[in-house]
């Protein structure tokens, strides 16, 4: 076996303990793989063991692997921020976007989703922690974004995504992003009922991240190794 699919069945591993510990279905959280900076090939292996979901940043990179990748049916997530001129090509080539953070953004995938394709799947990303540097919307506005949104009919509303402040050693501090997180995934399920998707937790915070109730999360480093290219 290729050191990338021993990686690959230690997360899955390590995934499935997390769910256990916290006395969580198996099979409730699933494995997003972060493939931003690698090549279509390393992904080609992973997609042999049977991990068919990925995530991409970058929108040009991303559009390369999926023409490379073509003959396997892949999942492409979106999770980069996101600018409008970028909207009609992530609209057509990805099955889900976890960062929306702005309604207009939300109105042109809508508008750009062909009309026979199936919705394209959505999360809103919270600035969970309030940090300048971070994209997405405070918490305050996601009753007004989620109203807005469910009318548009090529859009389906998932759930929600975080990325918390980084706390390297503060376990107390990762966590407490996290249960803000679940506080306000359950509002938004009073809200609409059918949303089933919580995307948080990376390589440094993943068991963390599912103890808190995430149902996806976003593994890059883990998996892949190092980046050595530098990611904003
Ligand atoms: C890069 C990235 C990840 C993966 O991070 P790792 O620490 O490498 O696991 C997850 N989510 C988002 C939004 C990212 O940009």
Known sequence: MTAIKKRLSAILQQIRDAEQQACRPKGSVKLL????????????????????AFGENYLQEALDKIVQLD?????????????SNKTRDIARHFQWVHSIDRLKIAQRLNDQREPGAAPLNICIQINIDEEDTKSGIAADELNALVTAILPLRQLKLRGLMIIPAYHDTDEQQQR????KARALFDQLKTLTPDVDTLSMGMSGDMPIAIQEGSTMVRIGTALFGERNRQIT
């Open 176 to 179: 407490q992003s996290f249960q």
């Open 71 to 83: 003959d396997l049916s892949l999942e492409w997530h979106f999770i980069g921020p996101i600018q």
């Open 33 to 52: 793989a972060v493939s931003k900076t690698w090549p279509a090939e390393r992904l080609r292996q992973l997609a042999e063991a049977g991990q068919l």
